[in-house]
């Protein structure tokens, strides 16, 4: 039986607290990109009792994204926005899900990104990661926007780093290593610096907005 929209809030709350409950759940966060980083953004923002997040990607599960992407062996062919909003539903079924299925550029970012109250780039294409921060920054300057960068590699983990670069931008990653490096990515640095990204995000809505 699933809990009630009351006891499963109550149960957040006694977790981390009234005050800070009761802004998560009125947040709203858009996640643009749901593979490696994505997919374990989203799942621990529905874990925390985010009460809307938007996901936006264009592809497809493919069986080369089951080593680090929150996807299933079942799920493979359907469209990741499909795939992770039903995982979500399960895991958080009174948060509002919205996804759209729609490769982000210069002319839809705007209109698609307006209504959140917090972007998080989880893209693993520079050119794209480019053009979201840069429309960003230029075109929805109120917003806050959690960005990742360099999580490939075996290196030590305790080189993933958050950098607040400007007032309402930050970085999360080590800065360096690059996947067409040849450096491979791996599941567990991969949600290392996924798991910055919604910690800061945590952090922006609870109102800290230090690293």
């Known amino acids: 039986m699933i809990p009630s929209k009351e006891e499963m809030y109550n149960a957040l709350a006694e977790r981390h607290g009234v005050d800070f409950q009761k802004k998560v759940s009125s947040a709203s966060v858009t996640v643009c990109g749901i593979g490696g980083l994505g997919s374990n953004i989203s799942i621990s ?9 938007h996901i936006i990607d264009f592809d ?4 080369s994204n ?4 929150q996807y299933f062996p079942e799920q493979l062919g359907m469209y990741k926005t499909d795939a992770l909003r039903e995982t979500l539903s399960r895991i958080a079924p009174y948060c509002e899900i919205t996804a ?9 970012i705007p209109e698609l990104l307006k209504d959140c109250d917090i972007i998080c780039e989880a893209f693993d294409n520079a050119e794209a ?6 429309c960003v920054l230029e075109k929805l300057p109120e917003k806050y926007l959690v ?4 999580m ?22 080590d800065g ?12 567990s640095r991969v949600m290392v610096c996924a798991g910055h990204q919604a910690h800061t995000i945590l952090r922006i809505i609870s109102g800290k907005y230090d690293v």
Do not use: H, P, W
């Open 45 to 53: 923002l529905a874990r925390a009792g985010v009460g809307k997040i």
């Open 60 to 63: 497809r599960v493919d069986i």
């Open 66 to 69: 089951l080593n680090r992407q």
């Open 100 to 108: 759209d299925c729609v490769k982000l550029d210069e002319n839809n």
């Open 129 to 134: 990661k480019a053009v979201l921060v840069n």
């Open 147 to 150: 960005s990742g960068s360099g």
């Open 152 to 173: 490939a590699g075996i290196d030590s983990a305790n080189t993933i780093k958050t950098r607040r670069v400007m007032k309402k931008f930050y970085i999360c990653g």
């Open 176 to 187: 360096e290593s690059d996947v067409a490096d040849g450096t491979g990515l791996y599941s």
